[in-house]
Each structure stands twice: as C-alpha cells, then as structure tokens.
C-alpha cells in the first residue's frame, strides 16, 4: 500500500536506475510484494525490469489523468509502488506527488542539477501544502565521483536546504552501475568489486529511505 517516487524533472539524474534497484531489492531481498510503476517516456524501467530472468511486476502509467487515477487501484495489490518518474513532464510529476507517500529525488552534484533539484523541492512543496502534508520527501546525491570539490559543495549545499531531509548515502558513479542495464541485470548480478561496492551503497540508501516510512 506504500507509494515511493523515484522524481525529478532533470534528465539523466538517476531515478530509472534507483528504481530499477530498488524494486529488485524489496522484491528479492525484502520479499515484498512489488510493482514498478513507470511514467518514463522511454520505459526503460519496465523493459529493463521485463528482460530479467526473474520478472519484477511492472506497468507502464504516462498521462497525468492515468497516474491520478490508477496509482491509487494499483496499491491495492502491493505492498510497495515504486514509481519511476518522468523527465521535464511537470504535469506528470505532479500527479505522481499528488498520490505518493514518499518522494526521493536522485540529485547529480552539477550546478545545473543542484538548480533544477530546487524546481522537484517546490514541486514537493506545493503537493504538501495541497494534501496537508505528505507526501515526506528526501534528496539523496547520486552518480557522484569521489573526491571531487562538486560533490562535497553539493553536499554541503544540499544539506544546508531547510525544506528537505537529506538522505546520508550517496551512490557513486560507476561503470558497474551504468553496464546493468545494457545485460537486464543489477548490481547483484555482477561479481565484480566496483559492482559489490555499489550493492552496499544502494542496500545503505534503501534502508534509508524505508527508516523514512
Ligand atoms: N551511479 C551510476 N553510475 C554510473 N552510471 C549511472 C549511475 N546511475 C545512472 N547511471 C547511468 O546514467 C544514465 C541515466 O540514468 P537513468 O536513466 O537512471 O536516469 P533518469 O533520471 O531515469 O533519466 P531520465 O530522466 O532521462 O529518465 C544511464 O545511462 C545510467 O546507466
Ligand atoms: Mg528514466
């Protein structure tokens, strides 16, 4: 019955892979019983997640009407949604934040993403002031690349914004990461170091984000 929302407007942040992760990892690890809800113009979340050899539950919902009214059906049937949400649609965001309970936003320590990460904050913002409320919100830094000035001055900067919890881990960038999806495959199918490294860091971010809840 719980709703999470992979969202921001910002292409290329993270939110297809994170949700791929993190349907699998309450799927296999958790043992819930989940469904990827995917509003991503592109669909890679559901083809990727259709290509596994072990099918996660998945559905394509693109239109705001569609994600309004079939967000809150489709619940019924999970004990999670994770929803995968749409670059530069606002209309579409705002549906998904009209019926989620949770909101994370994948944040690429760039100053174009730190800007357009301020645009999914008041997207958050307005659907809280509706709904008196929900839906609880995070940012977390994704594909950052260790020890850089950028990733430590979007750290500092994200964790100075009031309006939103910052969640404690980031995920780096790796190729290990950026190969899952060309093999239908996550992290925890690939034995190599980078990929070990990045199924701590994804578990971390996970359990995180279900302390949330
Ligand atoms: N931590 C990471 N390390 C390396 N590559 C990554 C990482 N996270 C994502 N990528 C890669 O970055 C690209 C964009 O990721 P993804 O598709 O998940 O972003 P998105 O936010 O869903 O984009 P869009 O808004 O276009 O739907 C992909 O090629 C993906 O493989
Ligand atoms: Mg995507």
């Given at each position: 019955?719980?709703i999470?929302a992979?969202?921001?407007?910002?292409?290329?942040?993270?939110?297809?892979?994170?949700?791929?992760?993190?349907?699998?990892?309450?799927?296999?690890?958790?043992?819930?019983?989940?469904?990827?809800v995917?509003?991503?113009?592109?669909?890679?979340?559901?083809?990727?997640?259709?290509?596994?050899?072990?099918?996660?539950?998945?559905?394509?919902v693109?239109?705001p009407?569609?994600l309004l009214d079939q967000i809150p059906g489709l619940a019924?049937?999970?004990?999670?949604l994770?929803v995968?949400?749409?670059?530069?649609?606002?209309?579409?965001?705002r549906a998904i934040l009209f019926r989620a309970d949770?909101a994370?936003?994948?944040?690429?320590?760039?100053?174009?993403?730190?800007?357009?990460?301020?645009?999914?904050?008041?997207?958050?913002?307005?659907a809280?002031?509706?709904r008196?409320?929900p839906p609880?919100?995070?940012?977390?830094?994704?594909?950052?690349?260790?020890?850089?000035?950028?990733?430590?001055?979007?750290?500092?900067?994200?964790?100075?914004?009031?309006?939103?919890?910052?969640?404690?881990?980031?995920?780096?960038?790796?190729?290990?990461?950026?190969?899952?999806?060309?093999?239908?495959?996550?992290?925890?199918?690939?034995?190599?170091?980078?990929?070990?490294?990045?199924?701590?860091?994804?578990?971390?971010?996970?359990?995180?984000?279900?302390?949330?809840?």
């Amino acid at each position: 019955m719980t709703i999470i929302a992979l969202i921001n407007q910002k292409g290329g942040c993270g939110k297809s892979t994170t949700a791929v992760h993190f349907a699998y990892w309450l799927a296999t690890k958790k043992k819930k019983k989940v469904l990827l809800v995917d509003a991503d113009a592109q669909q890679s979340s559901s083809e990727w997640l259709s290509g596994m050899s072990l099918e996660i539950p998945n559905k394509v919902v693109q239109t705001p009407d569609d994600l309004l009214d079939q967000i809150p059906g489709l619940a019924g049937h999970y004990d999670l949604l994770v929803v995968d949400g749409p670059a530069s649609l606002a209309e579409a965001t705002r549906a998904i934040l009209f019926r989620a309970d949770l909101a994370i936003v994948p944040v690429q320590p760039t100053g174009v993403d730190l800007r357009s990460a301020s645009d999914a904050v008041r997207l958050i913002k307005q659907a809280q002031s509706v709904r008196g409320g929900p839906p609880a919100a995070a940012v977390f830094l994704s594909r950052a690349v260790k020890g850089t000035k950028l990733k430590e001055e979007a750290i500092a900067l994200l964790s100075k914004t009031p309006e939103v919890t910052m969640l404690k881990t980031v995920v780096h960038q790796k190729q290990a990461i950026a190969d899952t999806s060309g093999q239908s495959a996550t992290v925890w199918d690939l034995s190599s170091r980078p990929a070990k490294e990045s199924t701590q860091e994804y578990e971390r971010l996970f359990k995180e984000v279900l302390a949330m809840l």
